[in-house]
Nanobody, 125 residues
């Protein structure tokens, strides 16, 4: 079993930065790919970024490429999402998710079987 807790969200101005953190419990966490997703009011959950188990491969949605960076520290059981140059359209609840089963696409939310409770990010113009 893996439990995930996100923190680091908040309210910022456009152009500011935030770093989201995802703290995990569970012995096998370091073997799982992890993804960040977000959901804005009235919209479907959207893929943001993912990282493989070792941190050697990362994947990003086109909308955040060049602005967001995903990383992980398996020794600390942490995954991070550094968000720079934030835009109002980045406003959403951000979730981290871990994948213990595997699947064809890191961007597909159905691949992930462990989810955190989410952290709110609000970007004002």
């Amino acid at each position: 079993q893996v439990q995930l807790v996100e923190f680091g969200g908040g309210s910022v101005q456009a152009g500011d930065s935030l770093r989201l953190s995802c703290a995990a419990s569970g012995r096998t966490f370091s073997t799982y790919p992890v993804g960040w997703f977000r959901q804005a009011p009235g919209k479907e959950r959207e893929f943001v970024a993912a990282i493989n188990w070792s941190g050697g491969s990362t994947f990003y949605a086109d909308s955040v490429k060049g602005r967001f960076t995903i990383s992980r520290d398996n020794a600390k059981k942490m995954v991070y999402l550094q968000m720079n140059n934030l835009k109002p359209e980045d406003t959403a609840v951000y979730y981290c998710a871990a994948d213990s089963v595997g699947g064809p696409s890191y961007s597909d939310y159905v691949r992930y079987d462990y989810w955190g409770q989410g952290t709110q990010v609000t970007v004002s113009s």
